[in-house]
Nanobody, 130 residues
Framework: QVQLVESGGGLVQAGGSLRLSCAAS????????MAWFRQAPGKEREFVAG?????????????VKGRFTISRDNTKKTVVSTTVSLQMNSLKAEDTAVYYC??????????????????WGQGTQVTVSS
């Protein structure tokens, strides 16, 4: 069983920063690909940032490119657990949403479609006040 637990959300003023973390455990994560999604009220869940399947690169939604950075803490990476973070800078009111950590067992090199991800965290609320 894969478990994903997000933390780090909160309320911040526009222009501020937040760092989200996702503690992932339960399986051999060398074969799992991680990403962040978000969902605002009344909107579809959308891709934010992710790792390529090969692990060689990261990719971002156009709306967050240059402001958000996804990373993995390799010092905390083991066979059965890892920690993935999302550093969010220059936050805007439109970044307000529930943010979810997600994992998929391989597949395409790059994948931004949320149904392709099998495992999800409970979500963490990010609210940006303007």
């Amino acid at each position: 069983q894969v478990q994903l637990v997000e933390s780090g959300g909160g309320l911040v003023q526009a222009g501020g920063s937040l760092r989200l973390s996702c503690a992932a455990s339960g399986r051999t994560f060398s074969s799992y690909v991680m990403a962040w999604f978000r969902q605002a009220p009344g909107k579809e869940r959308e891709f934010v940032a992710g790792f390529s399947r090969s692990g060689d690169s990261t990719y971002y939604a156009d709306s967050v490119k240059g402001r958000f950075t996804i990373s993995r803490d390799n010092t905390k990476k083991t066979v059965v657990s890892t920690t993935v973070s999302l550093q969010m800078n220059s936050l805007k009111a439109e970044d307000t949403a529930v943010y979810y950590c997600a994992a998929r067992p391989g597949g395409a090199e790059y994948e931004s479609r949320w149904p392709r991800y099998d495992y999800w965290g409970q979500g963490t609320q990010v609210t940006v006040s303007s």
